[in-house]
């Protein structure tokens, strides 16, 4: 069984702190694929990043940087001088076997002025 | 624009009444799916499409129901079977079927109890 959890219901930050949203996942899968999705207020949910559970290089995009780490399953997600834009709820998602998706219960992400 | 339509934005049901919730992609893919979000609770699978004529039950299917007729549309109902219909529904796509292909969303349905 896959199982992802996301500890932080929710974080409130100040504008211009960093902040890290965690996610540890379970699968006993070999071959498993990572993701981040962002849902704005809009509802609408956004994708951020895919990694494979081969490679784990950490990713740096802009103000975005991904930290995978198999020995603890965990693949942490920070943002860096958060903005208020970047309110909005966090998924992480693990994808394993068949073509589902099993997701996080997602951390609420408050950014305040 | 090549995107997802989910329609409408906001829905109310009766007591006893069944509900369709629309959606709509012209990005040509293959596979659709239905989660539903309760607050708290993340995504939960509902049903979902590999492919035109098929679909499969997901974790939470009791009460809804789904057709498949045609590649861009893939409609979900909320049958009066489902007894705590009240929450937000999204509709995704991906072109493929395996788990690395990541998903697209439309902006979902709040369905709400009268």
């Known amino acids: 069984a896959q199982k992802v959890t996301q500890a932080q219901t929710e974080i409130s930050v100040v504008e211009k702190e960093d902040v890290t949203l965690d996610c540890v996942y379970e699968?006993?899968?070999?071959?498993?694929?990572l993701f981040w999705y962002k849902q704005p207020p809009s509802g609408e949910l956004v994708f951020l990043i895919r990694?494979?559970?081969?490679?784990?290089q950490n990713e740096i995009s802009g103000r975005y940087s991904w930290n995978f780490q198999k020995s603890t399953s965990s693949f942490n997600f920070t943002i860096t001088a958060s903005q208020v834009v970047d309110s909005a709820v966090y998924f992480c998602?693990?994808?394993?076997?068949?073509?589902?998706?099993?997701f996080g219960e997602g951390t609420q992400l408050t950014v305040n002025p | 624009d090549g995107g997802i339509t989910q329609s409408p934005k906001y829905l109310f049901r009766k007591e006893g009444q069944n509900v369709t919730l629309s959606c709509e992609q012209n990005l040509n893919h293959d596979a659709m799916y239905w989660y539903r979000q309760d607050p708290g609770q993340g995504l939960r699978l509902i049903y979902y499409?590999?492919?035109?004529?098929?679909?499969q039950k997901g974790d939470i299917a009791e009460g809804y129901s789904v057709s498949r007729e045609k590649k861009e549309s893939f409609p979900l109902t909320v049958t009066s079977a489902q007894k705590n219909p009240t929450a937000f529904y999204l509709c995704a796509s991906r072109f493929g079927q395996g788990v690395f292909e990541k998903l697209f969303f439309g902006s979902g349905t709040q369905l709400s109890v009268l």
């Open positions: 990694r494979n559970s081969f490679d784990e």
């Open positions: 699968t006993r899968d070999t071959t498993y694929y």
């Open positions: 998602a693990l994808g394993a076997g068949g073509s589902r998706l099993t």
């Open positions: 499409s590999q492919i035109v004529n098929d679909f």
